[in-house]
């Protein structure tokens, strides 16, 4: 190769490498924001709605005292109490079947949790409040027992009370044997005692009179 034509190269060389190193590195892509489609929505969450193919629908939310949402075009929707999955076909079915959009792909992520906590008052090391952790809808009563620190020697734990409000707003008030029931898990070998403790609700431990 004659002394002008590898100078070209050389310089051609250098212009593509240049060229390369000026290139932006393409941006990260971002991380996905899911909520487990399972999770049954409540009062207070806030909620962001995104439709496919659509950006002007999108909106962020947060559910009212009713358990309602509203949205573009369709207006308020009852979402409390409905899993995540449920709620996406509820508003699909509602974009579809008012004519605004012929295959609506809706997501519903839960981008606030509003707090949600139990209170466990009583004979327990710890009396107090528990908090539920997050994406988390009901805990196991032993679980909320071990939260506050056990039951004391005083414990009245065959006789535990839960008050719990219904979505209709009346309050039941159910007695526990919790002896029996820790001792019938243990015996069977199981981690959970299976009954459930839902947000709102009130344990009350009695003291065992001697």
């Known amino acids: 190769m004659s002394r002008p034509l590898r100078s070209l190269a050389v310089l051609l060389l250098c212009c593509a490498t240049l060229a390369c190193a000026a290139e932006p590195a393409p941006p ?13 929505l409540s009062v207070g969450d806030t ?21 309602e949402v509203r949205f573009p075009l369709i207006g308020e929707v009852i979402l409390s109490g409905r899993s995540v999955r449920d709620a996406e076909r509820v508003l699909e079915r509602s974009y579809h079947d008012r004519e605004f959009l012929r295959t609506p792909v809706v997501s519903l992520v839960v981008t606030a949790y509003f707090p949600r906590e139990i209170s466990v008052l009583g004979a327990v090391r710890s009396p107090g409040t528990v ?9 196991d009563i032993v679980d909320v027992i071990t939260r506050v620190g056990g039951f004391l020697p005083i414990s009245k ?4 009370t839960i008050t719990h409000r219904g979505a209709d ?20 070998g199981r981690d959970r005692a299976d009954l459930a403790i839902y947000p709102g609700d009130r344990i009350w431990v009695p003291e065992r009179l001697f």
Request: aromatic share 4%.
């Open 47 to 67: 909620v962001a709605l995104s439709v496919f193919g659509e950006p002007d629908l999108a909106t962020i939310q947060t559910i009212g005292h009713s358990g």
């Open 157 to 160: 734990s065959d006789a535990v």
């Open 28 to 40: 990260p892509a971002a991380a996905s924001s899911t909520t487990d489609p399972s999770y049954r």
């Open 169 to 188: 707003g009346r309050e039941t008030v159910t007695t526990v044997d919790l002896e029996n029931t820790i001792s019938g898990r243990h015996r069977s």
């Open 131 to 139: 908090v539920f952790p997050r994406d988390v809808t009901s805990l």
